[in-house]
């Protein structure tokens, strides 16, 4: 099994920055993806980005919405993802999810077999 667990949410203001972390562990992969989503109240699962472990390259995906705002970035000695947030806006709070899949990335929730507990993310205006 794999747990995962994410920090760093919290209460900003429009414009401000955010980072979260997701900490990994138990089960290991040679190669996997670990990836952000989000979920605000009435509204679907969205992806936020991903990273992929196991290459030399870290290659990483974002989705439209947090494209040139958000940063995903991992630390391979910790083995933890960051989700560093840049000009946050209100309609980027809802709950962040980190999750996991022992594959290539995907932008669908349901392709990722691991998830954390999620971590809230307020964006006041």
């Known amino acids: 099994q794999v747990q995962l667990v994410e920090s760093g949410g919290g209460l900003v203001q429009t414009g401000d920055s955010l980072r979260l972390s997701c900490a990994a562990s138990?089960?290991?992969?040679?190669?996997?993806?670990m990836a952000w989503f989000r979920q605000a109240p009435g509204k679907e699962c969205e992806f936020v980005g991903a990273?992929?472990?196991?290459?030399?390259?870290?290659?990483?995906a974002y989705g439209d919405a947090v494209k040139g705002r958000f940063t995903i970035s991992r630390d391979n000695a910790k083995n933890t993802m960051d989700l560093q947030m840049n000009s946050l806006k209100p309609e980027d709070t809802a709950v962040y999810y980190c999750?996991?899949?022992?594959?290539?990335?995907?932008?669908?929730?349901?392709?990722?077999?691991?998830w954390g507990q999620g971590t809230q993310v307020t964006v006041s205006s």
């Open positions: 999750a996991l899949r022992p594959t290539v990335w995907s932008r669908r929730p349901g392709d990722y077999s691991y």
């Open positions: 138990g089960r290991t992969f040679s190669f996997y993806t």
């Open positions: 990273i992929v472990w196991g290459r030399s390259s870290s290659p990483t």
